[in-house]
């Protein structure tokens, strides 16, 4: 009796589940983005774009490395060695990524941060690429893949996330 009752409760409620998904498609598919410049967590519509749309939005570089998982060389891109202090946002959706605060001296050169301004702001996937195992990074939003996050990383998280240049958009603090 008690797993028929609990058959037709979760019936039920898968068909409510349903019936809510086909009411709302959008606000389903909503994210929760932390924004940096309030504070606060903002509910956002996810970005979905074909490949030719990226490809006239990014230049050559921000492509291959957000579309098509490309890493640019060591030492080549433009922030490894940027000490200003400021925000790295999304290169593809301007979502924001990481504060300068979290970023510190990995000697790989690739910008390298111990933590997001948010773990909502970025989506974790296995990467077995390769012949490794590794833990791929993509913006939450547009999905644009940014680098990998690895666990030699320096206190208080001990993680190196370790991302592209050209991946990213940096903002420069306001001096005060
Ligand atoms: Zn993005």
Redesign the pocket.
Known sequence: MKILFLALFSGAALMAAQKALAAEPSESARLKIFSASTGKFESVAP?DLPEELWRERLSPEAFEV?RKNGTERAFTGKYWDNHEEGLY???????D?FSSSAKYESFTGWPSFYEPVARENLSEHVDKGFFMTRTEV???????HLGHVFGDGPPPTGLRYCMNSAALDFTAAKVK
Do not use: H, N
């Open positions: 970005i957000t946002k999304c290169a593809g959706c301007g979502t990524l993509r913006c939450a939003r547009c999905g644009a």
